[in-house]
């Protein structure tokens, strides 16, 4: 049980019904989340004369950034889908970079 502000005089009421379980599993999960966020930013300002902070989010997240090259299948792809589908003021960008991202276990879902 989280500890609530509404109990701090009074005796907590107790989880009878789905959608107070719910609650306190959703409040769990998100205090889960808070908790290893700040456990990866702390990590990376510990490490930052050794690695880039960014490096070290990345690298804890299991996520990879590449730049795409221009040539590449996917990116002649995706820089024709971006022409043809965005309104004539995106045709003044004469160059642009592309960024494939890969997070573990993504690829074997898709």
């Known amino acids: 049980m989280i500890p609530q502000a509404e109990n701090?005089?009074?005796k907590a009421r107790s989880?009878?019904?789905?959608?107070?379980?719910?609650?306190?599993?959703?409040?769990?999960?998100?205090?889960t989340s808070i908790e290893y966020t700040s456990k990866v930013l702390l990590g990376a300002h510990y490490r930052?004369?050794?690695?880039?902070?960014?490096?070290?989010?990345?690298?804890?997240?299991?996520?990879?950034?590449?730049?795409?090259?221009?040539?590449?299948f996917e990116?002649?792809?995706?820089?024709?889908?971006?022409?043809?589908?965005?309104s004539s003021d995106t045709t003044k960008f004469k160059k642009f970079n592309l960024f494939k991202i890969e997070r573990r276990g993504e690829e074997g879902r898709f």
């Not at 009878?16 to 205090?31: A, F, G, I, N, T």
């Not at 960014?54 to 795409?68: A, F, P, W």
């Not at 792809?77 to 043809?84: E, S």
């Open 75 to 86: 990116f002649d792809f995706i820089a024709r889908y971006i022409t043809n589908t965005s």
């Open 15 to 31: 989880i009878d019904r789905k959608d107070r379980v719910d609650d306190h599993y959703s409040k769990l999960e998100l205090l």
């Open 8 to 10: 701090k005089f009074v």
């Open 48 to 72: 930052q004369m050794q690695v880039s902070p960014v490096d070290y989010v990345l690298d804890c997240l299991e996520t990879k950034i590449t730049t795409m090259v221009k040539g590449d």
